[in-house]
Every structure is written in structure tokens, then in C-alpha cells.
């Protein structure tokens, strides 16, 4: 059943089905194969309904909605030009400082392609234009933009903290100190890079422009503040928070800054109801799947193959890592999420191994799948965005891939660079 499940699957995906046909199709065959017809289809239709039923995925539309809000506004303009203030001038301080601009956006956001919009779009001629070849430059702002996979609010942490009940506010503080460890490591390669080609600097900011800067910034600032001080001071939930920060950007955009007029209102709610329209499917599509493949045991054949019972945590959580890693480099990362998640749980539940780790470790492994090809969804929104051919989108990408995946092997090596902060939070 299984390999049937899979040829008719990769069939409609190389036909160029989007990846809700193949994935529903694979159910349906399962279930049909499982329960001998269509007789209890209503009970597979149940799953579907019951994956998007969770409160907390309530969160998703709204953090989308948020972003969509600030990307259209000037909060992205105002935090790049802070961060370009202070380290603009210093060796490879521009490229630096798109890395660290992806990062705060990515903290204000939470989502990798209107990181890659914001950020890309005002920075990219910048570092053309100061000699940074257009092969690093997108290759940075890709990757870089994947660190909001990391950095709360994060919509991947959001949907592994509803499939395996880990809680999400644990995941948000806990993806912290892995964001910024991997921002110190694009930094000192921007600076290699930057010393090695020898590029130009950009003209050192005065104190009063600083200034300035951090007075235009300072709003926007609040939005990680409202998040994480809110959430891990009790006031409001993580779902409470994703309204909240729906309405600061409303106030910011529509009242404060005065970008955006009451008319783009419709086109703000359009985008975001189609993206979360498009996530929610993806949502109930993989939890009907994993709910057909789980009755049916094939993830037990597959681990049972693998000899994962015989591994230890380490072994566990490597086997994880290359998992994720291969299958967000083809499929869609909430899909993965998705299906992966349940398969694993089995080990990870026998290993003892901390499901906030895994779910650091299963959001990195998303971020470096989505930035590597061939399929890598934030390659395919750099090409939209930039008009650039897929080759030179890619051709940068080895280093940084190298670099996330060596930050994956200091987590399991050191899993408190992680659990540090949520211990100190909520042990």
C-alpha cells in the first residue's frame, strides 16, 4: 500500500500538481485500500476537520495578517535603516546588516517570504551597487529570512506545538538563542567575505543620525517586546498575542506612520485570506494523511526498517534532522511538519528526548530545507520577487546551507544553546 501510495503521489507532483492534489490523493488510496471502499469516508473527512479545530492555529492568520500589514508600511524601511546606522560602516557591515534587519524583521513577522520581500527588496540593489555579487546577495537575504523560522512569533513552531501538544510558548523563547547563534555565523562570514573580495564600507553614521534612526525604529521594536514580554509575563497567550500584534500594526501602519490608507484594506485581507486558505488545506490534507498512515502502521514499518528503536537520543535526532532536511528540500514545510511529525513521535517518546529540542531542531531542518534546492519555497519567492534565473538564485546557497547545518549539529551537541532560556523561563 505504501509504495503505491508513494509512485502515485511523485507521479502527480512531477505532473505539477500542487501539493495538496498528491497528498489527498495518497490518502484517499490509502483509506480506500485500508477500509476496503468508501464506506467510512466520513470517518477520514472527521481527521481533516479535527486537524484545523485546534485554538491555537487561530494564531497562523493573524501573525499572517500582521505581516502582510507591516510589509505594505514602513516598519521594515525603519528597522534596516537603524540597523544600517550602526554596523553599515564597519567591514562587510552592509551585508551584515541585511543578515541582522532579516532577523528583526523575522521577529516582528514571523513569516520567511515577507522577510524576504521587506528586507530583499530595499537592501539587494545595495549590495549590488557596493560590489556584492547578486549570487551572495540572494543567497544571504534567502537564508537570513529563514531565521524567522526560528525567531518568535514563528508559524512553524505554531503548527509542531499543535501536532505533537508541545507547548508553544516553550518553542517561541526556545528558538531564540538558536536564531541568534546562527545570525553570529552569517555575520563573521559576511565579514570573511567582505575582507576576502574587498569590498567597500558604507560612510560611518553620526551619533545624532543613530539617534534618529533608533527614534523611527523605536515602534516597530515593540513588536517583540509585545510578543515575548507579553507572552512569558503572563498576560496574554500566544493565540492573544497573534491579535494583539495584528491590532499594534493596524495602529502603527494605519494611525502612527500614516502608510497605508484605509483603501488598502481590502488587498491586505485578500493576500491574507488566501495564504491562510492555502496553509489551513495544507493543515487538514496532512493530518488526514498522517492520520491514514498512522492506522495503517506504515511510519512503525519505516522506523522498524530504519533499526531507529536501536538508536540512541543522539542517533534519534540525527535520523530526525535528515529526514526533515531531505523532505523540505521537495515539499512544502507545513506539509512536513505535517507528516513527518507524527511518524517520528513513537522514537522520540521511547528516547526521552525533550520535544521542545526536536522542535527547534525540526523548525531549523524547515528553514535549511526551504532556502536548498530543488524545491526550496523561498528560492521559487526570491525568483518571483527579483526576476532572477533559478541557477544564480542557488548558486550561493552552499556555504550558508553549510553553516545552518553545522548550527543543527551544535544543538545536538549542546542542547542547551536551545533550553537555556526556556529553563530559565519555566523551570
Known sequence: MATIMMLVMIGLLLLGFPMMVPLITGAVIGFVMTFDGFGQMGTFVQQMMGGIRPASLIAVPMFILAADIMTRGQSADRLINMVMAFIGHVKGGLAISTATSCTLFGAVSGSTQATVVAVGSPLRPKLLKAGYSDSFSLALIINSSDIAFLIPPSIGFIIYGVISETSIAELFIAGIGPGLMI???????????????????????????????????????????????????????????????????????????????????????????????????????????????????????????????????????ITICIAFFIACMFVDPIVVILVLTPIFAPAIEASGIDPVLVGVLITLQVAIGSATPPFGCDIFTAIAIFKRPYLEVIRGTPPFVIMLISAAGLLIAFPQIALFLRDLAFR
Do not use: H
Open 183 to 317: 545570525l553570529v555565523m552569517f555575520s563573521i562570514y559576511c565579514l570573511i567575505y567582505a575582507r576576502v573580495n574587498n569590498l567597500p564600507t558604507e560612510e560611518k553614521s553620526t551619533w545624532r543620525q543613530r539617534v534618529i534612526s533608533m527614534r523611527e525604529a523605536l515602534w516597530p521594536l515593540f513588536f517583540p517586546v509585545i510578543i515575548v514580554g507579553g507572552i512569558y509575563g503572563g498576560i496574554f497567550s500566544p493565540t492573544e498575542a497573534a491579535a494583539v500584534c495584528v491590532l499594534y500594526a493596524f495602529l502603527l501602519e494605519f494611525v502612527v506612520f500614516r502608510s497605508l490608507k484605509l483603501a488598502d484594506i481590502y488587498r491586505i485581507a485578500k493576500s491574507t485570506g488566501l495564504i491562510t486558505a492555502v496553509v489551513f488545506i495544507l493543515v487538514a490534507v496532512g493530518t488526514g494523511f498522517s492520520w491514514i498512515i498512522s492506522f495503517a502502521q506504515i511510519p512503525q514499518a519505516i522506523l522498524d526498517a530504519v533499526g531507529i528503536s536501536d538508536m540512541g537520543p543522539v542517533g534519534v535526532l
